[in-house]
Each structure stands twice: as C-alpha cells, then as structure tokens.
C-alpha cells in the first residue's frame, strides 16, 4: 500500500491565489520530505528538502517566497504556492526516505496536478 | 555538471518479450542507485535499488545491473506485461545518507499486445 499521501490529488485556482499542497509519511516518520515539480513529459526536478524543525532547503533557481515549505511534524510537510501564476502550473510530487532492513528507500507521493488560470 | 542520463528516450518491446532499459550516469561519487516506474498522472513508484559494492540485483521480473568501470547502469524486464508500460528513470545518490536523489531524463516503455 501507499506509504507517503499527499492531498489534494488535483486543484485549479485562478492566477493570483494562494495553493497549499499537503504531504504525508504513513505509518513512519520523516525528519526530511523532498519536493519535486514536473512538468509533462519532463523528469522530476527537485525543488527543495523540507526539514522538520528548521527552515528547508531550496535548490538553486527556486523562490523559497514563492514556495514556502513548512515542516509541521514528522509526518507532514506542506507546500505552499504563492501568488500562483498560470506559469506554476505542474506536476508537484513529494517524496520521503523510509528505513527497512538498514537500508533507506526514497518512496513518492501520488502527486499534486496544479493548473492555474 | 555532473547528471544521470538515459540512452533511449522511448521504447516499444512486444509484450511477454524482455526489455531493456539504459542509464548512464557520470558522478563516479555515485553510490546508491534506485529504478522508478511512472505511470501516467502517478508519483514514481520504487522498483528496485541497487548499491555500488554490487554488481547485479533481482526481484520479480526485473534485474538490475551496475557497471561502474564505465558508468552504466540498466534495468531488465522479463516477460514484459501491458502493465509494464510506463515511463522508467533512474536516479541515483551521489552521497548515501545525503537522500537528495538526482533524476534521468526517463525512457518511455510501451508494451505492444
């Protein structure tokens, strides 16, 4: 079953709004959530490392304004699109490293289809 | 700068044939490798992981194989299904315990009934 939710699995807003995109580890706890965009037939990119307690970590070229991380507890991390912008709509994917057996696994969510107007 | 790329942007094997599917990749820091399989409109999902003290790795269906002396890396499907059909990249972390895993381009597997 799936180990990292994020909701909602789909949103339209008008340009200008604000978007808040929920990610969350089930049945484990994430110190750290990583969070990608993707646009179609493009890789995944990755946007910036959400840790939990202190400020995340943006790649270069990402607004951390524009997109503000919040890492509430060990099992939620929010992405929130500022001010979206028809330009901002893409494919926003979260993911979170899982221990087994040692070994850490990266495990992704669902994913978030953004369009805005 | 350094990336993880694919040899082949897509792919159509007939299906209950085996497949193939090629990754390059030019960080010889690299030492964890991990198959993603992405369906359309879906998150990737793990298929297989692989570390650099290893040359070959099996689960069902699929096999991995690691070629470190030139960077290659790559992904058998056997007795591929139309499920299979997906886009597939790899990906890899160039510092274990970094988790910042760093993404090919993807190759786009098409299994033809």
């Known amino acids: 079953g799936a180990v990292v939710s994020q909701h909602p699995s789909r949103v339209i807003c008008k340009s200008g709004t604000s978007v808040k995109i929920e990610c969350r580890s089930l049945?484990?706890?994430?110190?750290?959530m990583f969070w990608y965009r993707q646009f179609p037939k493009q890789s995944l990119m990755l946007m910036a490392t959400s840790n939990e307690g202190s400020k995340a970590t943006y790649e270069q070229g990402v607004e951390k304004d524009k997109f503000l991380i919040n890492h509430a507890s060990l099992t939620l991390s929010t992405l929130t699109v500022t001010s979206a912008h028809p330009e901002d709509s893409s494919f926003y994917i979260c993911s979170a490293p899982r221990t087994s057996g040692g070994f850490e696994t990266q495990y992704f969510g669902p994913g978030t289809r953004l369009l805005v107007l | 700068g350094e990336s993880v790329g694919l040899h082949l942007p897509t792919l159509s094997v007939q299906e209950g044939d085996n497949s193939i599917i090629n990754c390059a990749y030019s960080?010889?820091?690299?030492?964890?490798f991990i198959w993603y399989k992405q369906e359309s409109g879906k998150g990737p999902q793990f298929i297989i992981d692989?570390?650099?003290?290893?040359d070959k790795r099996q689960g069902q269906r699929v096999t991995v194989l690691l070629n470190k002396t030139v960077k290659h890396l790559s992904l058998q499907i056997a007795a591929t299904q139309p499920g299979d059909s997906a886009v597939y990249f790899c990906a890899d972390v160039s510092n274990f315990g970094n988790e910042k895993l760093t993404f090919g381009t993807g190759t786009r597997l098409t299994i033809i009934p």
């Open positions: 692989i570390r650099s003290n290893m």
């Open positions: 049945d484990f706890q994430a110190t750290t």
């Open positions: 960080n010889s820091a690299s030492d964890y």
